[in-house]
């Protein structure tokens, strides 16, 4: 299975809710990422876990907030999101430390706040 | 965060012609990936390269990367309708895998 699986597909939120967004990965990956998209523009990142542990948070606004139940689930928790937060939000794993470094992205979830 | 830069922005052939993408900086990389990303799809990953001088063919797709490994170029042969998308050059970075991704090129290969 090399696949990482995205739920839900589409989201369409108001600033005052609360929403999850799911990712997940049964590759035996180690590492994974949460990145933002917006149209046009490449993937940046926001959070790495690696172990199960936040080892890097691209100084991402504290409304966005990722965790990291198992090795294979990752979540990012939404609160009070803003307008400009819309945009696509890909996941994706890899294994850490490996010279190769390769990522393996999942289907993304565009998210749209109004 | 070193300085990559991806040329051409935009890209738009008639299928059948041939098409490079170039992903250049100074720094040396110790690896850098393909990906090729459809509209509201996740990128999918085309070739790791990781040896300066290498040379990864995938059906009509050639990829290089540099003998100082600073610098990598995708080359399409015979450009299909099937080929287009948003091409994104990405260097890992650091020792737990972070990628830095280029601008990525937009290509769009009409029939």
């Known amino acids: 299975d090399t696949e990482v699986t995205q739920t839900p597909k589409h989201l369409v939120m108001g600033m005052t809710n609360k929403k999850s967004l799911k990712c997940e990965q049964h590759?035996?990956?180690?590492?994974m990422y949460w990145y933002k998209q917006k149209a046009k523009k490449p993937p940046e990142l926001m959070f790495v876990?690696?172990?199960?542990?936040?080892?890097i948070n691209e100084s991402v606004p504290s409304r966005f907030s990722p965790e990291c139940p198992n090795s294979s689930l990752l979540n990012l928790h939404l609160h009070a999101l803003q307008p400009e937060d819309s945009a696509l939000y890909l996941c994706?794993?890899?294994?850490?430390?490996?010279?190769?470094?390769?990522?393996?992205f999942g289907p993304g979830t565009r998210l749209t706040v109004l | 965060t070193q300085l990559l830069e991806q040329s051409p922005q935009f890209l738009s052939i008639q299928e059948g012609e041939n098409l490079t993408v170039y992903c250049n900086s100074s720094?040396?990389?110790?690896?850098l990936q393909w990906y090729r990303q459809e509209p509201g799809e996740g990128p999918v990953l085309l070739v790791t390269?990781?040896?300066?001088?290498e040379v990864k063919k995938l059906k009509r797709l050639t990829f290089q990367f540099g003998d100082a490994r600073k610098d990598s170029s995708l080359h399409i042969t015979a450009a299909q309708p099937g080929d287009t998308g948003l091409y994104l050059c990405?260097?890992?970075?650091?020792?737990?895998?972070?990628?830095?991704f280029g601008a990525g090129t937009q290509v769009v290969v009409t029939p």
């Open positions: 720094s040396v990389f110790s690896s």
């Open positions: 390269v990781v040896t300066g001088g």
């Open positions: 876990y690696s172990y199960e542990k936040l080892s």
């Open positions: 590759m035996g990956h180690r590492a």
């Open positions: 990405a260097p890992k970075t650091d020792s737990w895998g972070k990628l830095q």
């Open positions: 994706a794993s890899s294994q850490p430390r490996l010279l190769r470094g390769e990522q393996f």
